[in-house]
């Protein structure tokens, strides 16, 4: 079996059918973290410690890191843990750009951050809030992509149409997802505009680009009668020019009824390179409609933009395991996915493989086994070499090269 592994960002998932949003916390240093390759190949790592986003590189794949550099000066509640966790991004010319949550004193209200470096991580300019809107309301679970072309994109979760409904004493479901772009890497931001609204509250928004650059988006949503699938839609071009209103498209079928927020977003990777684009594929959890959970599994399944290609999705992973939060990742017509379980105090990485754009999916195999609590794993490539990258407790970070073999 082969055994490759893709850039994947990974967040984490705690799983509470009836709590919308309480599993923001804040450590005083969190196993949650964010990782990114610049294009020397050196390894950038934002985490969270005593109220800080703390930023190190490592020069020999993760085996040592440079004493971290604070990216707020000012200390606050920022969220660390699960689906909520500060973003890193490097630019082609080495600017580092980080966002993150800051939790205020409202329940479930935030603010969403941006800080960057332009002088490769030795200092971080004053970070700024990204949305206009200062209302102490969710703005939450942000989500960072940098295009090719560096411009830069944030989405996050947000309220302020759940509050101006119920002033209005009109319905509305769940939260909204928002969004805002920089083009002048990271001076600035176009005020946010709404992508969709109906999103889930408090489950993490997957990005990827198209081969032309645009960012598309998945998220769950909330659709008739409490139904949490989820939806797909592309990021409008923000040039007034061009003034392309949103299309959000049902992504899932499963038709999953709960009145809460899982804590569970999804993965995404777009399908096929260059001028063979053809879609996406897909990843995600489903309670299904069992109430002793017996329903419950991961699915794959690939989306061509407008209809399915496979039928049914496939499941995945031992939900007796807690397998959950899939990573998934593309190499032309090879597909990954990867994802963690839990066995007798143990965290385990597992690994499925397709070599025909997931048409067809080689059997399961366990990579790594740690004792004790682990973060969710990041799949990254740097060049033409793979790593698997996964925080543990009790064995701190792990970065492993791999190379193909046949099992």
């Given at each position: 079996?082969?055994?490759?592994?893709?850039?994947?960002?990974?967040?984490g998932f705690v799983f509470n059918?009836?709590?919308?949003?309480?599993?923001?916390?804040?450590?005083?240093?969190?196993?949650?973290?964010?990782?990114?390759?610049?294009?020397?190949?050196?390894?950038?790592?934002?985490?969270?410690?005593?109220?800080?986003?703390?930023?190190?590189?490592?020069?020999?794949?993760?085996?040592?890191?440079?004493?971290?550099?604070?990216?707020?000066?000012?200390?606050?509640?920022?969220?660390?843990?699960?689906?909520?966790?500060?973003?890193?991004?490097?630019?082609?010319?080495?600017?580092?750009?980080?966002?993150?949550?800051?939790?205020?004193?409202?329940?479930?209200?935030?603010?969403?951050?941006?800080?960057?470096?332009?002088?490769?991580?030795?200092?971080?300019?004053?970070?700024?809030?990204?949305?206009?809107?200062?209302?102490?309301?969710?703005?939450?679970?942000?989500?960072?992509?940098?295009?090719?072309?560096?411009?830069?994109?944030?989405?996050?979760?947000?309220?302020?149409d759940l509050i101006a409904a119920?002033?209005?004493?009109?319905?509305?479901?769940?939260?909204?997802?928002?969004?805002?772009?920089?083009?002048?890497?990271?001076?600035?931001?176009?005020?946010?505009?709404?992508?969709?609204?109906?999103?889930?509250?408090?489950?993490?928004?997957?990005?990827?680009?198209?081969?032309?650059?645009?960012?598309?988006?998945?998220?769950?949503?909330?659709?008739?009668?409490?139904?949490?699938?989820?939806?797909?839609?592309?990021?409008?071009?923000?040039?007034?020019?061009?003034?392309?209103?949103?299309?959000?498209?049902?992504?899932?079928?499963?038709?999953?009824?709960?009145?809460?927020?899982?804590?569970?977003?999804?993965?995404?990777?777009?399908?096929?390179?260059?001028?063979?684009?053809?879609?996406?594929?897909?990843?995600?959890?489903?309670?299904?409609?069992?109430?002793?959970?017996?329903?419950?599994?991961?699915?794959?399944?690939?989306?061509?933009?407008?209809?399915?290609?496979?039928?049914?999705?496939?499941?995945?992973?031992?939900?007796?395991?807690?397998?959950?939060?899939?990573?998934?990742?593309?190499?032309?017509?090879?597909?990954?996915?990867?994802?963690?379980?839990?066995?007798?105090?143990?965290?385990?990485?597992?690994?499925m493989h397709s070599g025909d754009?997931?048409?067809?999916?080689?059997?399961?195999?366990?990579?790594?086994?740690?004792?004790?609590?682990?973060?969710?794993?990041?799949?990254?490539?740097?060049?033409?070499?793979?790593?698997?990258?996964?925080?543990?407790?009790?064995?701190?970070?792990?970065?492993?090269?791999?190379?193909?073999?046949?099992?």
């Amino acid at each position: 079996m082969i055994k490759n592994l893709l850039i994947l960002c990974l967040a984490g998932f705690v799983f509470n059918a009836h709590a919308h949003e309480d599993h923001t916390k804040h450590q005083k240093a969190a196993l949650a973290i964010s990782l990114a390759f610049d294009a020397q190949g050196n390894l950038w790592r934002a985490s969270v410690q005593d109220g800080f986003v703390m930023v190190g590189v490592s020069r020999d794949s993760g085996k040592t890191f440079s004493t971290p550099v604070k990216a707020n000066l000012v200390p606050h509640k920022i969220g660390a843990d699960g689906e909520a966790r500060p973003k890193i991004a490097v630019s082609s010319e080495g600017y580092i750009y980080l966002t993150w949550t800051e939790a205020l004193k409202k329940p479930f209200s935030g603010y969403i951050w941006f800080a960057r470096s332009i002088d490769a991580g030795r200092t971080f300019e004053t970070p700024y809030i990204v949305h206009r809107d200062r209302d102490e309301i969710t703005h939450r679970f942000d989500s960072l992509n940098v295009a090719a072309d560096g411009k830069i994109t944030v989405t996050w979760v947000d309220k302020r149409d759940l509050i101006a409904a119920k002033a209005a004493n009109k319905p509305y479901d769940g939260a909204a997802i928002y969004y805002a772009v920089s083009n002048n890497k990271g001076e600035s931001f176009i005020p946010e505009q709404k992508l969709a609204d109906s999103s889930c509250e408090c489950c993490r928004i997957a990005l990827t680009n198209k081969p032309d650059g645009t960012v598309v988006a998945m998220w769950r949503h909330v659709f008739a009668g409490s139904e949490r699938d989820h939806m797909i839609a592309e990021i409008p071009n923000m040039s007034p020019a061009i003034n392309k209103a949103p299309a959000p498209k049902r992504a899932t079928f499963g038709r999953w009824k709960i009145d809460g927020c899982p804590h569970h977003g999804a993965a995404l990777a777009s399908g096929g390179e260059g001028k063979s684009w053809w879609g996406y594929h897909m990843a995600w959890f489903d309670g299904g409609n069992d109430d002793a959970g017996r329903d419950a599994t991961l699915f794959y399944g690939r989306m061509d933009g407008e209809a399915w290609v496979s039928s049914p999705p496939k499941k995945f992973g031992n939900m007796a395991r807690q397998a959950g939060h899939p990573a998934l990742a593309t190499i032309g017509e090879n597909v990954w996915l990867a994802w963690r379980e839990k066995n007798a105090g143990k965290s385990q990485i597992w690994v499925m493989h397709s070599g025909d754009e997931g048409k067809s999916w080689e059997a399961a195999y366990m990579l790594l086994e740690v004792d004790g609590m682990a973060d969710y794993p990041v799949l990254m490539q740097k060049e033409k070499q793979l790593f698997l990258v996964w925080n543990t407790d009790k064995e701190a970070l792990k970065v492993l090269a791999l190379s193909p073999h046949t099992q």
